[in-house]
């Protein structure tokens, strides 16, 4: 026979611990550029920008032919 | 105390990790701006920007020194020839970082890290034919749609349905380009009384 837990665990308890599980919201600032939501200290990915300049290489948008 | 535990181990061992190392500051030298890890891009800016002044110092036993580190000699060459220089005056912080993104498949934070003077080649956003339009047989159209694109640099989904609507009239008007005087002459005057 393995060890069991003696007793039963309250929902009280269950709750208590669990009181400490919820998961954080990121920081998230509006770009400065284009408003769209982005992580603080972070490259805008819509717009590809960081403090004004610093921009990821955006693909140019293709145009159907 | 945490003494004499500086830098990461990133999963490696020893060799593998300084060739890692090695690759990423040779590619870095070579295009200037790379994507990788925040983990890995940190620990590569102090060994990166080392190479960069010895660049700037130029003799000969400082681009040996070099050479032991970055695996490329071409990109050695580089780093004395054109980044050395273009940093003469500049006392360190030859590198910025800046985040990124969470990596897709597994969250992993991203950054990027370039040189400070690194200038981002411009997207070109439209093909030549769009371009071209206006002069091909001035499509009144067209015209006032074009320079409306081009200064607000389009996220994809704008873009997408007005260089449609452009391009069509552009394919419009090269047609009748390549058709006779006469009917180019004719559609033009269709379009002129059609506004």
Known sequence: MPPLPKRKYPKSRQGK???HLAIKMPHIVDCPRCKSPRLAHHACPICGTYRGREAITMPAPELES | ???RVAGRHLGRETSHRLS?????VTDLLRYERITTTEAKAKEIRPMAEKIITLGRRGDLHARRQAMRFVYDTAVVKKVFDEI????K????GYLRLTGLEPRKGDGARMSSIELVDFVDAPPTPRPQRVTAAPKAAAPVAAAPD???L?????TVDEAEPEGESAEAVAEETTESASELAQDDAEEREAGHSAE
């Open chain 1, 17 to 19: 611990r669990r009181s």
């Open chain 2, 1 to 3: 105390m945490r003494h």
């Open chain 2, 20 to 24: 890692l190392y090695r690759n990423l």
């Open chain 2, 84 to 87: 050395g220089p273009r940093m």
């Open chain 2, 89 to 92: 005056d500049r006392p360190g």
């Open chain 2, 146 to 148: 074009a320079p409306a």
């Open chain 2, 150 to 154: 081009e200064p607000a640099e389009p």
